[in-house]
């Protein structure tokens, strides 16, 4: 039996439904290659981080500045700032490279990704990196209030005027990845859809701080996903999947066949891929790819598309189990057996 695996995501038709989230796999032209060839379906390429453009601007103007103080008369050796492209020649420049090798090298959709808190110059760079050739970008907003005299209605206009900023900027499809730390996820997705959002990228895994308790330093530290991690996006696409009409991705936690064919089930467009390729290498994605066509032979569906939200929160029987139900049965299921 011949099963359709195409989906659509960001407007965007895909082979599948299994895209490689942004990390080194898709930063480096080989491996992408090695992915298109494995049969992932589009690919988001590393961040464009908002602290490392601040950071090459500042030391930009470092260096007119120590100029300027110790030969004044050498100033003159160095082009004028106001005549000199700063955005591009020390910002997303070796980005925008990135992607016009990235879709030179392979014929899959390329995503571009931001990664800031701030609206600053995103629009700027957004439009730079469309006119490089993307074929959609993603935003990645990571932002930790620190102030408690800031309300959770003002974190969220921070993300909304973030979104609206950019999209206004763009023609080219717009996704937003967020985490899960939102008191009301469906009413913040809905703003998010209405200031441009075409997709949601659900959740990000931010990097949480560790002490090293030698030199007593606040280090970062990166521990790969884990295949428990999709019950959250699983939860949550299921119960957003019906109410909004974007396109959501899942991410975190989706480790082979059995991950992807779940978060379908409650309604992903796709499945992003990155701890499990970092692990296996891109030749598992042919093996994902099988486990989703076995299963979808197996339990008689014809295509992704017959799968997609056959199990989202108005279609299932007891939708109650997305939310506190399942609380309670785990908690008698869990007694029961120990």
């Not at 975190?252 to 990155?274: N, R």
Request: net charge negative; with cysteine.
């Amino acid at each position: 039996m011949n099963v359709d695996l195409t989906t659509r995501y960001l407007g965007l038709n895909l082979a599948n439904p299994l895209v490689a989230s942004a990390g080194p796999l898709t930063g480096d032209l080989q491996s992408l290659r090695s992915l298109e060839d494995a049969g992932i379906a589009a690919a988001v390429l590393p961040s464009l981080f908002e602290e490392q453009l601040q950071h090459m601007e500042q030391q930009v103007q470092a260096l007119y500045e120590d100029q300027n103080n110790a030969f004044a008369e050498s100033d003159s050796l160095f082009p004028d700032l106001a005549d000199y492209d700063i955005d591009y020649n020390i910002g997303p420049r070796d980005y925008l490279r990135q992607i016009e090798s990235a879709k030179q090298a392979v014929s899959i959709p390329i995503i571009g990704s931001l990664n800031g808190s701030s609206q600053g110059g995103w629009t700027q760079h957004a439009k730079a990196m469309e006119q490089a050739g993307l074929d959609a970008l993603e935003l990645n907003i990571y932002f930790v209030p620190t102030d408690p005299t800031v309300t959770a209605a003002e974190v969220e206009k921070r993300y909304v005027d973030l979104v609206a900023s950019v999209s206004d900027a763009i023609s080219i499809p717009l996704s937003v990845k967020i985490g899960a730390q939102f008191s009301s996820l469906p009413n913040f997705v809905a703003q998010l859809s209405e200031a441009g959002a075409d997709g949601i990228v659900l959740f990000n895994r931010y990097l949480e701080p560790d002490i090293d308790l030698h030199t007593l330093q606040i280090t970062p530290q990166l521990i790969l996903s884990s295949r428990h991690e999709l019950r959250l996006p699983l939860r949550w696409i299921g119960i957003i999947r019906d109410q909004l009409s974007l396109s959501l991705a899942a991410t975190s936690g989706a480790h082979c066949g059995e991950d992807a064919v779940k978060l379908l089930l409650v309604g992903a467009d796709a499945v992003m891929f990155t701890s499990a390729l970092l692990k296996y290498g891109a030749e598992h994605v042919g093996a994902v790819l099988n486990d989703v066509r076995d299963w979808l032979v197996d339990n008689e569906y014809e295509s992704v598309e017959q799968l997609k939200g056959s199990m989202s929160y108005d279609n299932y029987s007891n939708p109650g189990e997305l939310e506190r139900a399942n609380y309670m049965k785990a908690l008698v299921s869990y007694t029961a057996n120990s």
